[in-house]
């Protein structure tokens, strides 16, 4: 079966998909390749707005017309990584007294690779590694970087490593 363009008075086949709305519905009506051309001539998706409405558009387009979620929205995956990460859940005295330098203890292979993850010296006091893993996160973060899904794992990474010796550290403070 054959459609017809839906083009006012044309018998032609309509092979040819044209938005009916420009509410990137799935919505389309079908027209043959002179009505779609024509069509696609006149076309203007911005036909009827106002500057602003025009920077709105273009400004969500930047996220694919998706909402996004600040650092500081309570559900934000981000948010919820960092606050379990930080939670320190060992006594800061005893980091600070005799086990303040952490040169003495052996560490295994993973916990080598999270301190070059970290970019930190083998043995780097907590306080120096809590540091640079906030420096870490202020460069890597997808809302700093226009939701660039290099940084987004990037950070997901430096997050896992930081997690990795913060266990570490408690591991060897609590013994």
């Known amino acids: ?10 018998f032609d086949t309509g092979e040819y998909k044209a938005p009916i709305e420009k509410d990137n519905s799935k919505r389309y009506r079908l027209l043959c390749l002179a ?4 069509f696609n001539k006149n076309w203007n998706y911005f036909k ?3 500057d602003e409405q025009v920077f709105d558009f273009l400004k969500s387009d930047m996220t694919w017309h998706k909402p996004t ?3 500081s929205s309570s559900d934000n995956f981000f948010k919820v990584l960092w606050n379990n990460t930080l939670k320190d859940e060992f006594d800061k005295t005893k980091l600070r007294g005799e086990y303040n330098h952490m ?3 052996k560490f295994d292979a993973n916990d080598i690779k999270a301190f070059s993850i970290l970019g930190v010296s083998v043995g780097q006091k907590w306080e ?7 420096t870490l996160v202020k460069k ?3 809302d700093i ?3 660039n899904k290099e940084y987004e794992e990037k950070l997901k990474l430096i997050t896992l490593a930081y997690t990795q010796l913060k266990n570490t550290y408690k591991e060897k403070i609590d013994t």
């Not at 079966?1 to 044309?10: F, G, L, P, R, S």
């Not at 009505?35 to 024509?38: P, S, Y």
């Open 69 to 71: 979620q600040s650092f």
């Open 48 to 50: 009827g707005m106002d």
């Open 140 to 142: 890597f973060h997808p």
């Open 103 to 105: 040169n003495q203890f």
């Open 1 to 10: 079966m054959k459609n017809i363009c839906d083009w006012n008075n044309c």
């Open 35 to 38: 009505h779609v051309k024509e």
């Open 145 to 147: 970087n226009l939701g």
């Open 128 to 134: 120096q590694i809590q540091d640079q893993f906030k």
